[in-house]
């Protein structure tokens, strides 16, 4: 009679799945750079990582649109206008700068996109939420679908102005164009960038039904201007990572920093020459009955020399949010300035 083995059942160890998904996979490892399509795309990322997709930081520039309604509201012709209903008001001009902040938002998305192998080796890009690979190409993509979808649901239902959704849809259609073609020609990106905050401004005039000074306009152009030659100045003296051994190398030569010197010089000065212009054009003298408005130059000017301290002497000039967010006196001179006007658009009459 043979020994009779026990009936020992084996084990065989497997790996144990992980209870929780990964936040997403790296973008660059397939074609379609993720596992998921359409609105399953932004459960794959982190809620956070796509706002920050969005830029936070950026959407104080979207209040450009209340520059035309705060002017209006002291001329004697369209006060009515915005006092006629003034809850309606306040929530039209809530739903466009909604609109402008998704619109800017998707479009800043669509360069972090095209942009993802050069952000990789920026000092300050590198760690934006694509190009540290924190959200996928997929989620992104439906990002920016949501977001325009977002914005057009605002600009028909929440505005309902066939002007503004025009304006709106000529700064989408901006946004693209400036990424992939007009900012490869050299000093054009910067007008493009300037047309947009001009569109910014105009598009608070037309939410509400109020008449925008071209003087305005144009001034609002030539400050962004300026704004956008110093960030590229500034972005000219960083260094870059060149990659397999070699050294970092500049941004841009010697002599594009000196052509740089002269247009923040250029724009710069028309900023200023533009606003004392429309400070005693007749036109503004007569819509709010006085040319006191001079006296707030000297607060402009103040705030330019400002900014140029810190673009050149701090080398900051490449984040422009940051200093109008961050320096003490540059936030303190806006408000001087808005208050300023204020009062003299409110009472100036009264002066003498």
């Known amino acids: 009679m043979g020994d009779t083995l026990p009936n020992v059942s084996r084990k065989v160890a497997r790996p144990s799945r ?56 002291f001329d004697p012709s369209q006060h ?12 039209t001009l ?34 934006r939420p694509i190009a540290s690979r924190h959200v996928s190409g997929a989620g992104a993509g439906t990002l920016i679908v949501c977001c325009l979808a977002g914005a057009a649901a605002l600009a028909w239902w929440g505005v309902g ?33 300037a047309a947009g905050f001009a569109m910014r401004a105009a598009a608070g005039a037309l939410a509400c039904g109020v008449r925008v000074s071209p003087w305005l306009l ?22 870059v990572g060149g990659g397999k051994g070699r050294p ?17 010089a250029l724009t710069g000065a028309a900023a200023v020459a533009v606003y004392a212009l429309y400070t005693l054009a007749p036109e503004t003298v007569a819509r709010y009955g006085t040319e006191r408005l001079i006296w707030t130059l000297p607060i402009v000017m103040f705030g330019v020399s400002r900014y140029l301290r810190i673009a050149f002497k701090d080398r900051d ?21 808005g208050l300023a006007c204020a009062a003299i658009l409110g009472w100036g009459k009264t002066f003498g």
């Open 94 to 127: 809530i739903a466009a700068v909604a609109a402008f902040i998704l619109v800017s938002g998707a479009a800043y998305t669509v360069n972090d996109l095209r942009d993802y192998e050069k952000d990789r080796v920026h000092p300050f890009r590198r760690d």
């Open 161 to 193: 102005t066939a002007a503004f959704a025009a304006m709106l849809g000529a700064y989408a259609l901006l946004q693209p164009l400036y990424t992939f073609v007009l900012r490869r020609v050299a000093g054009l990106g910067v007008f493009a960038v």
């Open 317 to 337: 000039g490449s984040r422009p949010e940051r200093i109008f967010r961050r320096d003490p006196v540059m936030l303190v001179t806006i408000v001087a300035w």
């Open 80 to 91: 009515g206008a915005l006092t006629s209903d003034p809850m309606g008001t306040a929530v």
């Open 18 to 73: 992980p209870s929780v998904r990964p936040v997403a996979r790296a973008f660059a490892e397939s074609a379609d750079w993720s596992d998921h399509q359409g609105p399953e795309a932004l459960y794959a990322n982190h809620p956070l990582d796509l706002l920050k997709c969005l830029r936070p930081g950026q959407w104080c520039k979207n209040l450009l649109l209340l520059a035309a309604p705060f002017f209006a509201w």
């Open 218 to 239: 144009l001034g609002v152009f030539l400050l962004a201007l300026f704004v956008a030659v110093c960030k590229q100045r500034a972005e000219a003296f960083l260094r």
């Open 248 to 264: 970092p190398q500049p941004v841009a030569t010697l002599a594009e920093q000196h052509w740089l010197d002269l247009q923040v």
